[in-house]
């Protein structure tokens, strides 16, 4: 069991920036991917980024690549989204999950375990 805790949700003005947190703990001694994907009402849940337990990074999604990194600090057992330049399209619950058989999946049904979300609402 691996449970999932995200933080840093907020309300930001568009052009602005955020750092979401994911802070794990349980059975953390074995490996496994974090996930970061987002769902905006009415619309599927989606992937937008990713991190391996080594710290090698899983491919944003296409409409954020160049906007959102995903950071690992192990001594914390934290995983970040850093969201820059942020677009009222960005607006959505965002959730952190563990993908533990580590395959570094972008679907949704490869991850285990999921965190409750965080909101994140940017203002035009």
């Known amino acids: 069991q691996v449970q999932l805790v995200e933080s840093g949700g907020g309300l930001v003005q568009a052009g602005g920036s955020l750092r979401l947190s994911c802070t794990y703990s349980?059975?953390?001694?074995?490996?496994?991917?974090v996930g970061w994907f987002r769902q905006a009402p009415g619309k599927a849940r989606e992937f937008v980024g990713g991190i391996t337990w080594s710290n090698s990074p899983i491919r944003n999604r296409d409409s954020v690549k160049s906007r959102f990194t995903v950071s690992r600090d192990v001594a914390k057992n934290t995983v970040y989204l850093f969201m820059n330049n942020l677009e009222p399209e960005d607006t959505a619950v965002y959730y952190c999950?563990?993908?533990?058989?580590?395959?570094?999946?972008?679907?949704?049904?490869?991850?285990?375990?999921w965190g409750q979300g965080t909101q994140v609402t940017v203002s035009s």
């Open positions: 349980g059975q953390i001694y074995h490996s496994f991917v």
């Open positions: 999950a563990a993908d533990t058989r580590n395959w570094g999946s972008t679907r949704t049904g490869d991850y285990d375990y």
